[in-house]
Structures are given as C-alpha cells and as structure tokens.
C-alpha cells in the first residue's frame, strides 16, 4: 500500500508542472453508462488449509453507472454491479450440483482525472485514478449463481452483506465529446470475515475486476 501512495505522489507531482490544460469534455455534464469484463478470485481463507482463490476460478462482472464531473480533476461515479464465479470441479466433486460464489453490489467512487491536468490541444485521452467504497451482498449458493445460500453445520446460511473497499487506474478515450470508452482495473477487499456466523478460519476475501465499458456524456442545465 505504501509504495502504491509513493507511486501515485510521484506522478502527481511530474504533471503537477503541466496544469493549465483545456477542460476534459466530460467536465460539467452528467454520464450513464455501462460495463462488463471479469472477476478473479485473489485472497483470503475459506477454511483453515484452502483460500478463496483455491475454491473459484474467474467469472463475469457486468454493470451500469451514473458519474458527475464538477471539475475537470474529479468525477464522482456511483453504480451496480453483479459478479459470479463457479466453484471448481476438483472442489465440487463429482455431485450434479454447481455451488457459485454471487456477488452484487452498489458503489461510490471518487476518480482523480489526471487527463484534466495534461497539456493538450485535444483533450480526448484521460488516464485516471478511482478509489472508493461498496456494499457487497454475496452468498455462496448450493445449486447455479440464482440457486439458494448453502447451510452451514450451525444452520446459518453462507451469505452476508459486507461493506467493502476497492481502488485500481483505468484510461478513458473521448470517440465524440458526448461518447467515452473506458478500460479499467479494480482490487476488491470484502469485509466478510464474521466469526460467529462462520468460525475462526474464514477470512476477508478480496477480487480483482479487470472491466471495460462506455459512457454517454450529457450538459445539465443549458
């Protein structure tokens, strides 16, 4: 983590000298828009001697947003997204059902435009920083990603909603100064850990989103 702010300060301070450039196209207008990509499994244990990673391979994530950017440095993105990853063979055995880990959740973002500080006669590329927060309403289900919560041994159901963090860069291209393209990459930390509900061994779990999509700018007011 420290070396990821040493990073970021670094860069910051090599535009800094740069400022002054032409307002980003999205700057003062109102954006929806959507996108899709992946979800991989990254850490935290399930059990004492088996991690998330061990019991999920990757799956899809698919969403919408609405973003706002009041000045040309900051967006402010709110959204929902929904992610499923299947549980391994070698971990299911050979049973006829299909245990998936679902996750869907609604988020907050703040995005550091650092296209707004990049000297340019075009504005249209915009490298970014976005950090924020979720809430994560995830299960493991018993049977396909709609099929019910597993049943724990204390009869507890394999479910919580977590709050949770997340934060990683993305690149946005300017097609029109209505239409962005965007690819962007997120690491995810879910706040799961719950010792009553699921014992001493399960541990937060965390994700990375790789994810790409687009947003339709529009003025509000005149």
């Known amino acids: 983590m420290q070396r990821i702010v040493a990073i970021t300060a670094i860069m910051l301070l090599a535009i800094a000298p740069i400022a002054g450039a032409k307002d980003m196209p999205s700057m003062g207008k109102l954006g929806v828009g959507v996108n899709g990509g992946l979800m991989l499994p990254a850490s935290g244990d399930v059990t004492s001697d088996s991690s998330f990673s061990d019991f999920f391979k990757a799956g899809p994530q698919f969403g919408a947003h609405v973003n706002y950017t009041p000045i040309k440095e900051l967006t402010l993105r709110t959204g929902f997204s929904y992610a499923f990853m299947k549980m391994k063979d070698e971990v299911r055995g050979s049973g006829t059902e299909e245990p998936y880990f679902t996750a869907p959740y609604a988020y907050v973002d703040a995005v550091l435009n650092l296209g707004g500080l990049i000297k340019s006669e075009k504005s249209i590329v915009n490298p970014y920083i976005a950090a924020g927060d979720g809430m994560y309403f995830w299960k493991i289900t018993d049977d396909g990603a709609s099929g019910d919560a597993q049943k724990l041994g204390n009869n507890e159901e394999f479910k919580k909603t977590s709050l949770g963090v997340h934060f990683g860069p993305g690149v946005e291209i300017f097609a029109t100064p209505e239409l962005s393209i965007f690819a962007e990459g997120k690491y995810h ?12 061994d399960f541990k937060n779990m965390s994700a990375i989103e790789v994810a790409a999509g687009l947003t339709y700018h529009f003025p509000l007011g005149k």
Do not use: H, S
């Open 189 to 200: 930390l879910i706040l799961a850990k719950d010792t009553d509900k699921f014992g001493e």
